[in-house]
């Protein structure tokens, strides 16, 4: 009985790591309609930047996020102007087309970059990750990562307040009538571009500070970046694309799946498992477990 | 509007036309002999990540530093000729290395080749080197698979990773029966699903016997696995005294990490990848870090060309125990200008029988490749003789801790 | 006609190019394979299939995993020959399975679901040790290897196979009722056809050159494994090069896989600048979505100009 405790609590916080990975890759695609397939080098590139700050600097971690924040902010802006404007106007078909070339020109660009600059003028081995939130954890008999309950805090935290902002505010429904309907929000008489540079930010710092979360519990290196988009993919389209919370719930899905894969089976099937049960809720549920759909 | 589309065509027609000139001869002016060596690295993409920009350069310092001497002595030119590197990246992909070594074969006619990175691509780039007759000196590879094809043109510095755990397991023999170490009894082997270090896992489970201990259990995990907690959960119920990781040092972080906060706590707790790279304890910490063992390359050599190697590491940037293959390319290539001062030729089936035959000091030791050794199950030919060195996180620094003529400390137990 | 002097030019170039280039030539024919037959899917259909991978690595070690079995050994020369069609006929029997739940889906959806399939065939390359040689790989026995030149040929020809296949079906009516079913789906389905067959026989008509690609790749290069057969990009860079040189045109493929196989050439073989080889190829992807997002063959700017308009008629 403990052991099965033990694996859904595993699963859960395993899911939680899932969560983080997914939930900025939802908003990203949910409120501007760009595929962002560089999410995962973003991401990536939070961590890295978190890790420069923290560990090679030796800035405190809360001083360290909120310059990370700078840093995405001014790329966010130029990723907006660069990238997103000019595709903001197409057709759909055009928009998803164009969004995934462009961000994977993007992103390998980004990773390479990453991948040089590192061993040039970091140090010799480029894989990063934090020791700053190290704890064990138990709950009775149940043994839990202390990390991965930090990142968990972080996730419910920030997932809560997406939501409440999409779903309350005057601006988060207005980037929720902007992804329906492009050409009927420009009727209503606001400023897309704006709008469009307000969220975009919002999702590329989120994304940044999530990579941040992301390696106090699990090392990254500069490539890994292209593997995680395809995992956030999996979370997103397993919640449904554009449902916050229900990333947190796809996340703790595909959680206990695979740790109870690893317990039964073996760990070389998790991975298995994982896109086993995506593909069933696909072919299913195309939607997804919670979702309304991609329009 | 048109002019734009016109000139993106005359471009791509161009570029097209360039590189399809560049595939004819050119007319190259006469210059003095040069010993061209030829290979491949993963500079850029996933393997670049152990290897990357950095192994191109210490071996373009190197060739230098040759050229800097004065260069090789080859006996039927009777004079020193210089070397000339020719490297190129291959983006840890295995078709484009493939291309680039049938280039350097071919378009580039080197004399002799260096080894590539990973083990796919060391099969493929020794394929190429095999069907030319072309010497080829791997530096890293060390997996059985590549050495038991039955090559004629292949030898690699490196000892087989299944033999990494002869060394560790004779150590604790020794620190257990001198009293040094608590007698451990099992052991427990994790695996990451790579050739490397699956074998290097093989040696863990296959040769525990050589300390005595019984295996447990052996769990293999995916590539890049970030999630540990049902294996975790199993070896708490199992409690061995040793757990062996053979992962590579990202996927260690992850393990170790996981381990201290699940309270897994084992009387040992070897990675032999955690020790390959300085970075290890800042990712995980002082808490986890101290007291783990691993194995390493580097050490402070007392032997060979050992000044000139390590004034090659500074040159490079490269300080403490990074970037460990430093020690295996500069002998591989060093082996590879004695083959031909000893051929005193550069006539490729001399050099290769000089190589085989090669008996000299290096940084190690004698150097010397082995032939017709049974390694894990496999026959295998062209091995090297450069073992791994035990070694200890001791107060945030990497400590060899075996033998006794290269330990800079001793083994401490972790509890 | 353009397409035969090509054709011929290209039979011809081995004479002069260094084996060097044969080898670049023959792998990016394999490209071009898989290429046109994303287009089937894509250009044709209207579904973005990112499966093409599977079809290949699957052809690439069934065929590996056969010839190394004693008793197709035994059949000499005409192993390879049975061994080749044992794996075209497993793939199109896969392409005919998955085809079920997968045309399911649509669009966004179809994507990721035959993205699913190439993972899950790397995972069980990797696991099932015993069957396919796990991480270690497998190896093509010495005797059945393929001469490069032989290679070169064959893979020319299958290339030229999948274009003509591809010109058949913008002539045909098969390729005709694709495009009713890309159009409109229901209105189709009212006209009397039958989505669902029309859409698995795309499926398999799209896996079976790109197994023999596999085939050809494995007999060509003696090794595979997990990653070489099955990696994400043998399924992500023929969707790439097709929407570069144009979906839906019968020699868009041609020009997507020229152009990036022309970049990752100069860029790997003759540029040795001491920035990251990738960055050429991210930035070019950036500058080619920003300018020309519908490909090639299909930007307005491109085809003014009467050679490009001529070549996109096809």
């Known amino acids: 009985m403990t052991r099965a405790l033990e694996l859904v609590v595993s699963g859960v916080s395993l899911g939680g790591i899932y969560a983080l990975l997914a939930f900025a890759f939802s908003l990203t695609i949910s409120t501007t309609r760009i595929l962002n397939v560089a999410h995962g080098v973003l991401f990536v590139w939070g961590g890295a930047v978190f890790v420069i700050f923290s560990q090679k600097l030796g800035l405190h971690p809360v001083l360290s996020i909120v310059l990370l924040s700078v840093v995405f902010f001014l790329f966010a802006v130029a990723f907006e102007r660069g990238i997103v404007r000019p595709l903001l106007g197409r057709s759909a078909h055009r928009l998803l087309v164009g969004s995934i070339m462009a961000t994977f020109g993007l992103g390998l660009s980004m990773e390479s970059t990453l991948g040089y600059a590192w061993v040039t003028y970091v140090d010799p081995y480029p894989v990063f990750s934090s020791s700053l939130a190290m704890f064990p954890v138990t709950l009775g008999t149940v043994a839990l990562s202390g990390s991965r309950l930090v990142i968990l805090g972080f996730v419910l935290v920030t997932v809560t307040a997406f939501h409440l902002f999409l779903q309350k505010t005057f601006l988060g429904k207005a980037a929720r009538a902007m992804a329906q309907s492009f050409d009927g929000f420009l009727v209503i008489g606001l400023n897309p571009y704006r709008l469009s540079l307000i969220l975009f930010t919002l999702a590329i710092i989120a994304t940044a500070i999530s990579g941040a979360f992301y390696v106090l519990a699990v090392p990254l290196n500069p490539y890994d970046g292209l593997p995680l988009t395809l995992k956030a993919f999996t979370v997103v389209v397993l919640a449904g694309v554009g449902n916050l919370p229900a990333t947190l719930v796809a996340g703790a899905v595909l959680g206990i799946a695979e740790v109870s894969t690893s317990q039964f089976l073996g760990t070389i099937w998790a991975p298995a498992v994982s896109l086993t049960v995506l593909f069933l809720v696909l072919v299913v549920k195309p939607t997804g477990l919670f979702g309304k759909g991609l329009q | 509007m048109r002019r734009k589309s016109w000139l993106i065509g005359m471009a791509l027609m161009l570029i097209g036309l360039g590189a399809l000139l560049s595939v004819f001869p050119s007319g190259a002016p006469a210059q003095p002999r040069e010993i061209k060596i030829g290979g491949t690295m993963a500079i850029t993409g996933t393997f670049s990540v152990e290897w990357g920009p950095k192994a191109k350069q210490f071996m373009e310092e190197w060739a230098a530093m040759v050229n800097e001497r004065g260069g090789v002595f080859v006996k039927e030119a009777n004079a020193k000729l210089p070397v000339k590197l020719i490297l190129y990246d291959d983006g840890s992909n295995a078709d484009r290395a493939v291309e680039l070594y049938e280039r350097l074969a071919t378009t580039d006619k080197v004399d002799f080749f260096t080894g590539p990175a990973s083990s796919p691509i060391t099969i493929k780039a020794s394929t190429i080197a095999e069907k030319y007759g072309i010497p080829m000196v791997t530096a890293e590879a060390n997996s059985p698979a590549i050495f038991a094809r039955g090559f004629k043109w292949l030898v690699g510095a490196d000892r087989p990773a299944p033999q990494w755990a002869e060394d560790y397991y004779a150590m604790l023999k020794t620190l257990m029966d001198g009293g040094a170490m608590p007698r451990l009894k099992t052991v427990a082997v994790v695996q990451e699903n790579t050739p490397h270090t699956m074998d290097v896992g093989w040696g863990g489970t296959n040769r525990a016997n050589i300390a005595g201990l019984t295996v447990v259990t052996t769990e293999t995990v995916p590539p890049g696995a970030t999630d540990f907690s049902a294996i975790v959960g199993k070896l708490k119920g199992l409690n061995p005294d040793l757990v062996y990781v053979a992962a590579w040092a990202g996927t260690g972080v992850a393990f170790a990490k996981q381990a201290f906060e699940l309270g897994l706590k084992p009387k040992e707790l070897h990675i032999p990848h955690s020790t390959i790279t300085e970075k290890y304890y800042s990712m995980v910490g002082a808490s986890i870090g101290e007291g783990i063992t691993g194995v390493t390359h580097e050490a402070h050599f007392k032997k060979g060309d050992k000044d000139a190697y390590f004034a090659l590491r500074k040159k490079v940037g490269l300080t403490g125990f990074d970037a460990g293959w430093t020690s295996l390319r500069f002998i591989a290539l060093e082996a590879l200008t004695k083959a031909i001062e000893q051929a005193g030729s550069l006539d490729r089936a001399k050099v290769m029988a000089a190589l085989k035959a090669l008996h000299y000091e290096t940084l190690h030791g004698e150097l010397a490749f082995g032939f017709g050794l049974e390694v894990a199950g496999k026959k295998v030919d062209g091995v090297g003789n450069k073992i791994v060195y035990p070694a200890q996180w001791q107060n945030g620094k990497i400590e060899v801790i075996w033998p006794k003529e290269l330990a800079t400390s001793r083994y401490r137990p972790r509890m | ?314």
């Open chain 3, 1 to 314: 006609m353009i397409a035969l002097i090509g054709v011929l030019v290209l039979a011809l170039l081995p004479l002069v190019l260094s084996s060097t280039f044969v080898l670049v030539m023959f792998l990016s024919f394999v490209w071009l394979v898989l290429t046109a037959n994303y287009d089937v899917l894509d250009g044709f259909l209207g579904q973005i299939n990112l499966g093409q991978g599977a079809f290949f690595g699957l052809g690439a070690y069934v065929v590996t995993i056969l010839l190394n079995v004693g008793t197709v050994q035994t059949l000499g020369r005409f192993a390879v020959v049975l061994a080749t069609l044992v794996a075209l006929a497993v793939t199109a029997l896969f392409a005919a399975v998955m085809a079920f739940p997968l045309f399911r889906l649509r669009g966004f959806y179809f994507a990721i679901g035959t993205l699913i399939l190439i993972f899950l065939l790397q995972v069980f390359a990797l696991n099932l040790t015993a069957l396919t040689g796990g991480a270690y790989g497998a190896y093509v026995p010495p005797a059945f290897f393929m001469n490069a030149l032989v290679g070169y040929y064959l893979a020319l020809g299958l290339a030229v196979l999948s274009l003509a296949l591809n010109y058949y079906l913008a002539r045909s009516t098969l390729g005709l009722a694709f495009r009713c079913i890309k159009g409109d789906e229901d209105a189709a389905r009212s006209l009397g056809l039958d989505p669902m067959k029309y859409k698995i026989t795309a499926l398999v008509i799209a896996s079976v050159p790109s197994a023999a690609a596999g085939v050809l790749f494995a007999l060509n290069s003696g090794f595979i494994d997990p990653g070489i057969a099955l990696g994400v990009e043998r399924s992500l860079l023929p969707s790439l090069m097709a929407l570069l040189g144009g979906t839906g045109v019968v020699l868009g493929p041609v020009f997507g896989t020229a152009i990036v196989r022309i970049i990752e050439t100069v860029v790997f073989h003759y540029l040795r600048l001491p920035v990251p080889s990738m960055l050429f190829f991210g930035i070019t992807l950036l500058v080619v979505a920003l300018f020309i997002p519908e490909g090639l063959l299909k930007s307005p700017r491109i085809t003014r100009v009467k050679l490009f308009g001529k070549l996109a008629s096809y």
